[in-house]
């Protein structure tokens, strides 16, 4: 049985994330300011966290972006902009201990690197992503369930059929352990969506990657400096 190939147009591409962007700020927001309260405000941002790792994966199984090295560009600017996020992200609290797990910019990092060692198709190569994918989640947010959802929508993207399918809608699922309900099913009809329209979105580059650490510090100094949430 032959599958359609997911071809989604660049400016589709860049609206998705200017979505998940503000999904983002969205539960952000909620989290950090308003302690999670606002339940409606939890459950759509459940799908921030899909739509980035759905994005990332349809990226990197491009034609030609790994012999382009794209992986390695965007691993740069992930550990750099992960690691510029960590002051604001340990700051902000949420965390389950210490500083564990690391913040979002690590996960999609980890996904990266596994993505990129797999690319290879050495028995090296296979084995250092195994070791990666095991070892890297367990310390980032979202764990193995976030990494198999990109790992098996970037199969898919790649080489069209239904076993990554199948496990992409079991990561989804098993994401309720983490949320604690299935919310994160919502980026199903969005991704199918995508792939029908064609929306004309600029690229903004790096304005993704810097969003993220700015945003976190700008809720930290709010958290810290209004009244309002420093007494919730």
Partial sequence: MNYPRVVVADGTIEAI?????I????????????????????NIGRLAMPLFVLVLAYNLARPMAFERGVHIRIIKRLA??????????????????????????????VLTLTIYLIEHQTITGYL????????GGSVVEY??????????AWWYCKTPQLAPVII?????????????????????PVALIACLVRL???????????FYPLHLTALWIISMTDTTFTNL
């Fill in 168 to 188: 992409a809608t079991i990561s989804i699922l098993s994401l309720r352990l983490i949320s604690g309900n299935y919310w994160a099913l919502a980026v199903l």
């Fill in 143 to 152: 764990w193995w369930p976030g990494l198999i959802l990109g790992l098996s």
């Fill in 80 to 109: 750099l902009c992960g690691s510029l996020a960590t002051p604001a992200f340990l700051a902000l609290g949420g965390l389950l201990a210490g500083w564990w797990p690391l913040n979002f910019m690590f996960a999609l990092l």
């Fill in 200 to 210: 004309p979105v600029p690229r903004v580059q790096w304005a993704f990657y810097a």
């Fill in 23 to 42: 999904l983002m700020i969205i539960d952000h927001t909620n989290k950090y300011l308003y302690k999670g309260g606002i339940p409606v405000l939890f």
């Fill in 17 to 21: 994330k200017w979505f998940s962007l």
């Fill in 128 to 135: 250092a992503a195994a070791v990666v994918f095991l070892l």
